[in-house]
């Protein structure tokens, strides 16, 4: 850099100025000018005083607050000068002057030492805070000199002990003032940091939403897997319900990354905004279910890939987690050890449950490269990183984080060249939380399963022991049936209100026997019967086909008693809230800038029979609403010339009764609390954040007409 261009940094880095800065160091100074005129002159009786120089001092703080407030570029390219010559005249010289004047009188020589203190807060630069204490204190002599140039001084201090002190007073001062600008800077940064995460975490939903959206459109379009369909020549039903399959699965997987996309983006928002973790979404699960079903949704890029994961879960033990987050935290983990195996096709990953007395452990070890003594010492700090190649992982502050919610922790063992192993460790639960727990879920649900028929489809005694044995605290009828065939015979002879169905029997399996009881086979109040798939595959493997072969959700074995119990209250509960044959000929009007976003949301209204028109913004809204034809309106939040919430307050202002009251249900990608209740405050009745879950925007519309 050259000596001009360091002169000009030293002056940048010397005028920090905000307007608050100015605004109360101005009436600060201006109000104290002309108070302590009047205190040191009548109530201390200092030998000099000077009226015109406290008032000048006390106009040129006054008009810094005036002038900091022009916004023009003349303004601002003169104002620096202005306030260091401000500075210089209210600090420096003011106050050396009346130290010279006054003899070196001692209330003035610690009125010296605070001007210094006062003058490094508002100059941080070194070089700027000299020149200014040199140029009003030199000012400062040559004025007294001008005045007074027979003056006689006779300080009657020590000179060495003060100037000593004056000397530390400048070095500490600019010192403190220097560390806490760093720290400063520092916090502005992370706070940039988190902002510039928090945006990026909430512009990801609208994408997010959109790819959401189209693959439930992909997936609407894809055939039903059916058996009354004619074949391409020289094919077979097998041949085509593979490809099926796989397109489902295909399907299947995205729609799981979105989701848990989505909920990722949730977490980085709270993170940003420092809101603490909710234990309320906590819930008991198997430590088994839980990992196997977080290696089964993890995007494995080739089947070599997920040989080299190796899962130990023979010591299985409960855990109160909130799912996603545990998801996270291995999904981490696996992810960071995968990048140090792909030189090493020979290593593995071992992920392992332990059982203990007072904790139990997951643990994931892989025979890496290990990483190194100082950078596991540091692995959990915040904000650090290191290279790939030394071998650590991102994220792991953050699951470090979600392992003291779980009121437990993550710890990292590792020896170079040989093997890295993380355990992670949680509280053991004893049986009477369990028994508690089960309890409040019990009660929590006895309501809906009360004297409800449930049909129970499996060729394994043992599976349908397992469901049988959950549900035997409700008030239900239980009925069960080996195969498909023998399940529609049941179904022809009484009446049931659910059906778990397995989706691989003989004679009959789930799929076939489903198909059978939509078109009606077993009686035609059973074609829209609630049916629960219940199967040894992955759920990201059957998510897709199960639903568009006509079930309403799936639960993967091994299932415990909370998966069954809250599987099917949640169907029931569905079952119930989405009353679907209410949608017919309803008039919904989607307002939202993007045309993506509305030609997905009108494809899959139309499905259910709802007719739908478009509103560009949401001034487009309000014009179109005027005509009070609309049942509910879907608006979102960020639209241009008029947005949701403007377009909302000024629907429920219309003098027009249908249009007043007309339901408004709003979404937005901004998921704070605040942003939902000045929606609820705006005149909106609900609230969905994008990317839209389509069953919950189902259920609300529902809600409300």
């Known amino acids: 850099m050259s000596f001009s261009g360091y002169i000009r940094t030293c002056i940048k880095e010397g005028t920090q100025i905000s307007r608050f800065n100015v605004t109360w160091g101005g009436w600060l100074s201006s109000i104290g000018q002309m108070f302590f005129y009047v205190l040191l002159t009548y109530g201390f009786h200092m030998p000099y005083e000077n009226f015109a120089i406290r008032l000048t001092a006390s106009l040129l703080a ?86 007074t140039p027979a003056i006689r001084l006779n300080p009657d201090f020590d000179i060495p002990a003060y100037s000593t002190v004056l000397f530390f007073t400048v070095v500490a001062g600019y010192l403190f003032s220097y560390s806490n600008r760093k720290g400063q800077l520092a916090m502005e940064k992370n706070s940039a940091l988190q902002a510039l995460a928090g945006s990026i975490a909430h512009e990801m939903r609208n994408p997010l939403g959109q790819v959401k959206l189209n693959l439930e459109i992909i997936e609407q379009q894809l055939p039903v897997r059916r058996h009354d369909v004619a074949f391409p020549q020289g094919k077979t039903s097998d041949d085509l319900f593979n490809v099926l399959d796989s397109l489902y699965q295909h399907v299947a997987w995205c729609q799981i990354a979105v989701k848990r996309g989505s909920q990722i983006i949730s977490m980085i928002l709270d993170q940003v905004k420092e809101k603490p973790v909710d234990k309320g979404s906590f819930a008991y699960a198997s430590a088994s279910v839980m990992t196997r079903k977080a290696i089964n949704e993890y995007g494995f890029e080739t089947c070599e890939e997920r040989d080299k994961l190796i899962v130990d879960d023979t010591h299985d033990f409960m855990f109160r987690i909130n799912e996603t987050m545990y998801v996270f935290v291995l999904f981490n983990l696996i992810k960071n050890a995968l990048y140090f195996l792909e030189s090493r096709p020979e290593s593995r990953i071992y992920v392992t449950l332990e059982k203990g007395q007072d904790y139990n452990s997951v643990k994931v070890k892989d025979t890496g490269p290990g990483i190194s003594r100082e950078n596991v010492e540091k692995l959990f700090d915040p904000y650090f990183t290191a290279s790939r190649k030394g071998g650590t992982g991102l994220g792991l502050s953050y699951c470090q984080r979600v392992m003291h919610a779980f009121d437990g922790d993550i710890t990292c063992d590792s020896v170079e060249g040989q093997y890295t192993e993380f355990v992670l460790t949680f509280p053991a639960v004893t049986q009477g939380e369990l028994l508690i727990s089960r309890e409040r879920l019990i009660a929590e649900n006895r309501a809906l399963f009360d004297k409800k028929r449930i049909l129970v489809v499996d060729d394994k005694e043992h599976d349908r022991k397992v469901v049988r044995e959950a549900l035997q605290p409700f008030a239900v009828v239980l009925d069960e049936a080996g195969d498909g065939k023998s399940a529609l015979g049941k179904l022809e002879m009484a009446h049931f209100d659910l059906v778990v169905m397995n989706l691989s029997m003989p004679v009959l399996n789930g799929y076939e026997a489903t198909e059978m009881i939509r078109i009606g086979k077993a009686g035609e109040e059973y074609s829209t019967i609630p049916i629960v798939a219940y199967t040894e595959q992955p759920y990201g493997v059957v998510q897709g086909v199960v639903k568009k072969a006509g079930m309403q959700d799936v639960m993967t074995k091994p299932c415990s008693d909370y998966d069954i119990i809250r599987t099917i209250a949640a169907v029931f509960n569905e079952d119930q809230s989405i009353a679907l044959h209410r949608l017919q000929g309803r008039k919904i009007l989607v307002a939202d800038d993007s045309a993506i976003n509305r030609t997905v949301i009108v494809r899959l209204l139309e499905r259910y029979g709802i007719e739908v028109e478009e509103a560009l913004n949401g001034k487009d809204a309000l014009r179109k609403s005027e005509t009070g034809m609309f049942d509910l309106v879907l608006m979102d939040i960020g639209m241009p010339v008029v ?25 937005s990608g901004e998921s704070d609390e605040e942003m ?27 809600a409300y007409l």
């Open 62 to 147: 006054l008009f810094s607050i005036v002038f900091v407030r022009i916004d023009t570029p003349v303004a601002r390219k003169y104002f620096p000068l202005y306030w260091h010559f401000s500075l210089i005249f209210n600090l420096p010289f003011l106050f050396t002057l009346f130290l010279l004047k006054n003899n070196f009188h001692e209330l003035w020589l610690y009125w010296e030492i605070f001007m210094i203190f006062v003058l490094i807060a508002f100059v941080p630069h070194w070089l700027m805070l000299l020149f200014d204490l040199l140029a009003g204190v030199l000012a400062a002599f040559v004025f007294s000199l001008l005045t």
């Open 643 to 667: 947005d949701g919430l403007q377009a909302t307050r000024q629907l429920r202002q219309s003098k027009n009764p249908e249009v007043s009251t007309i339901p408004v249900i709003g979404f």
């Open 676 to 702: 939902i209740k000045t929606a609820l405050q705006a005149g909106m009745n609900d609230y969905l954040v994008k990317p839209v879950d389509m069953r919950q925007l189902l259920q609300k519309i529902t």
